[in-house]
């Protein structure tokens, strides 16, 4: 099982490629879509890392694909602008979960 980027950033790209995971670049909704698509039909793709931007271009679809598809695995990641969570996310949920404050 195999890696496999959509993003709409070369250098995140050129990073991955570093790591051995290969990709592809795109910035339109279609784009995002036809490259979903090929790799949902790619039997040797286990996991699919995209980036937050390209999630917010079409929710629907990626959420869809989460919950009614076995494989592969599609993991958003953040972009190169940082994480679209709070600064505090990990300690508010530490926090939140065994109820200590750090």
Same mark, same amino acid.
């Given at each position: 099982?195999?890696?496999? =980027?959509?993003?709409?950033?070369?250098?995140? =790209?050129?990073?991955?490629?570093?790591?051995?995971?290969?990709?592809?670049?795109?910035?339109?909704?279609?784009?995002?879509?036809?490259?979903?698509?090929?790799?949902?039909?790619?039997?040797?793709?286990?996991?699919?890392?995209?980036?937050?931007?390209?999630?917010?271009?079409?929710?629907? =679809?990626?959420?869809?694909?989460? =919950?009614?598809?076995?494989?592969?695995?599609?993991?958003?990641?953040?972009?190169?602008?940082?994480?679209?969570?709070?600064?505090?996310?990990?300690?508010?949920?530490?926090?939140?979960?065994?109820?200590?404050?750090?």
């Amino acid at each position: 099982m195999r890696f496999y =980027l959509i993003s709409d950033n070369v250098d995140t =790209l050129v990073g991955m490629r570093l790591a051995g995971i290969e990709g592809i670049v795109v910035h339109e909704k279609e784009e995002v879509r036809n490259a979903l698509k090929s790799a949902m039909d790619d039997p040797k793709i286990g996991i699919v890392l995209v980036t937050e931007k390209l999630v917010k271009l079409c929710p629907d =679809l990626v959420y869809e694909l989460k =919950l009614n598809c076995k494989r592969p695995l599609i993991v958003e990641i953040p972009d190169r602008h940082g994480s679209g969570r709070a600064n505090d996310s990990i300690t508010r949920y530490v926090r939140e979960a065994i109820g200590v404050k750090i």
